[in-house]
């Protein structure tokens, strides 16, 4: 795993745009990009809107999505995707699990279908605060393809900030398994203030266990780990590279 500690946000988007540039140009036909939402990613989407890529050959499949959400709520992941990317930065698909599909195992098959047709070429994550990985929560197989996810309290307590009030925060969502992230030829993950110090050292330093889903990121070949300085408070620097 590379390690690369900056100073802020900013720079650590600026690095997963220089990356991603760069899978742009190794892959001459369709790029596939893995994406997630949540508070990290948001600097990086707004600085690849800015930049002068172009996505019109490149595949989006998104990680995660909450049941219950329509893609016109602005607490979706679709409307997330589409104000902070989408409408931006035009792609030649999308993809995001359908979170008014009540029917589970539908729903869950047709997303396994997608992510079969669409290999994933870079992956971008960011870190729960318990070590979840899109909505991966401890004790998810690292086997697990797409499924139907019972949030845990403290998740639900660290998405309240984007909901009125923490009872709107859905209670269940639809999430990639750790299996199809895995599969990812190339993975960025990135962590942000001191509140994700702990899940970055179990992540780097712990064992790897189900207990911390993110901890399975030690066996791919392929991943870099953003951190600004309080999240890295807790790991060795000894394994930076620049
Ligand atoms: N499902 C999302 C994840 O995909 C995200 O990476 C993580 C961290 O979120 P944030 O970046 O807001 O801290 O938790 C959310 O629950």
């Not at 948001?42 to 050959?57: G, I, V, W």
């Not at 900030?161 to 190339?186: C, H, L, N």
């Not at 066996?219 to 930076?240: G, R, S, Y």
């Amino acid at each position: 795993m590379k390690i690369w500690i900056v100073k802020t946000p900013v720079e650590g988007a600026n690095k997963g745009v220089a990356m991603i540039q760069q899978t742009l140009k190794d892959c001459h036909e369709q790029v596939v990009f893995g994406l997630a939402t949540g508070g990290t990613p948001q600097t990086l989407y707004r600085l690849l809107s800015a930049s002068q890529l172009d996505f019109s050959r490149c595949i989006a499949i998104n990680l995660d999505e909450y049941v219950g959400l329509d893609q016109e709520n602005p607490q979706s992941y679709a409307y997330y995707m589409n104000r902070h990317l989408f409408s931006k930065k035009p792609f030649q698909q999308t993809f995001i699990p359908n979170g008014m599909n009540r029917n589970a195992t539908v729903e869950t098959q047709r997303y396994d279908q997608i992510l079969d047709r669409y290999p994933i070429d870079l992956q971008i994550l960011g870190l729960g605060q318990n070590g979840h990985i899109g909505f991966n929560e401890p004790g998810t197989p690292f086997e697990s393809t797409t499924h139907e996810v019972q949030l845990t309290e403290s998740t639900i307590a660290a998405n309240a900030r984007f909901f009125a009030q923490s009872t709107d925060v859905p209670r269940s969502a639809y999430s990639m398994g750790i299996k199809s992230i895995m599969a990812a030829k190339q993975i960025i993950i990135m962590a942000y203030g001191k509140a994700k110090a702990a899940a970055v050292k179990k992540l780097v330093l712990g064992p790897v266990t189900t207990a911390v889903p993110a901890s399975i990121l030690q066996q791919h070949p392929n991943v870099t780990l953003i951190v600004d300085e309080a999240a890295a408070d807790q790991i060795k620097k000894e394994k930076v590279e620049d």
